[in-house]
């Protein structure tokens, strides 16, 4: 008896206060309706628009630094993130900043330079350019490198594409009778044959055959996904390029 007045006096109490809410959620409703514009105004000042260029060139930057450790092993990508990061530096700074021996950073940087990775900035004390009076700085061209990156990309699909159709000619033969059993077997489904046949048509694929055919779908895939990876490098390092050429 007890619990039903409890409950009843609850029910009572929240239509008050659902009644209450209502009412000032109307009036709240009112007046964002009258003064729309001022407070979206005032909202959009708050806001800090994206700076899509910056994402960019953290995307292309991040993308270089994988490609680097990926191509020449952790060390290096220490070296190029160092570059980066401090913009010009001379060997023994970079020996003494990546905590590198002096040989090993020496190889490493050459190897990078090789690649058009890294460049050199030769800077005279004097007019005569005497390499004894001459700073040589190491430092990072970005663009230079993203440019570089994405011509052998498209020398990679293009290498992929090639590849994925040696493979598809190789095996044409193997591919066509394939396509024939599985189009034979369809019909004799839809016609309701019984299992003995089917397997016999089944059997007209060899057991070496569908190995080889296991392989070919196992290369194509990788191929596949190979060539998506790439693709993915190419819109990050097509997308920074045109944002930076589009700066003023």
Not at 176 to 186: G, Y
Not at 193 to 198: F, I, R
Request: aromatic share 8%; charged share 30%; with cysteine.
């Amino acid at each position: 008896m007890i619990l039903w007045v409890i409950l009843g006096r609850f029910e009572d109490d929240f239509g008050v206060i659902l009644g209450r809410f209502e009412d000032d959620f109307g009036v709240i409703l009112d007046i964002f309706e009258d003064d729309f514009e001022g407070i979206f105004a005032q909202f959009s000042l708050t806001l800090t628009p994206p700076d899509l260029h910056k994402a960019l060139v953290s995307l292309a930057t991040a993308t270089l630094e994988s490609i680097v450790e990926e191509r020449f092993g952790s060390r290096c990508a220490r070296i190029f993130r160092l570059l980066l990061r401090k913009k010009h530096l001379e060997q023994k700074q970079v020996e003494d900043f990546a905590m590198i021996p002096a040989k090993e950073a020496k190889d490493m940087l050459y190897r990078m330079l090789s690649e058009n990775l890294v460049t050199l900035q030769e800077i005279p004390k004097t007019p005569d350019h005497a390499p004894s009076r001459t700073f040589y700085l190491y430092t990072v061209n970005v663009m230079a490198a993203a440019r570089m990156l994405l011509h052998r990309c498209y020398k990679s699909v293009a290498n992929l594409m090639e590849r994925r159709q040696h493979e598809m000619r190789e095996n044409k033969r193997l591919l066509e009778k394939s396509q024939r059993v599985e189009a034979i077997l369809a019909s004799m489904q839809a016609t309701g044959a019984e299992a003995a046949q089917l397997h016999e048509v089944e059997e007209m694929i060899t057991g070496p055959e569908r190995q080889q055919l296991e392989n070919l779908k196992r290369n194509v895939n990788k191929i596949d996904a190979s060539e998506n990876q790439v693709d993915e490098t190419i819109f990050v390092l097509e997308s920074f390029i045109e944002s930076t050429m589009k700066r003023p």
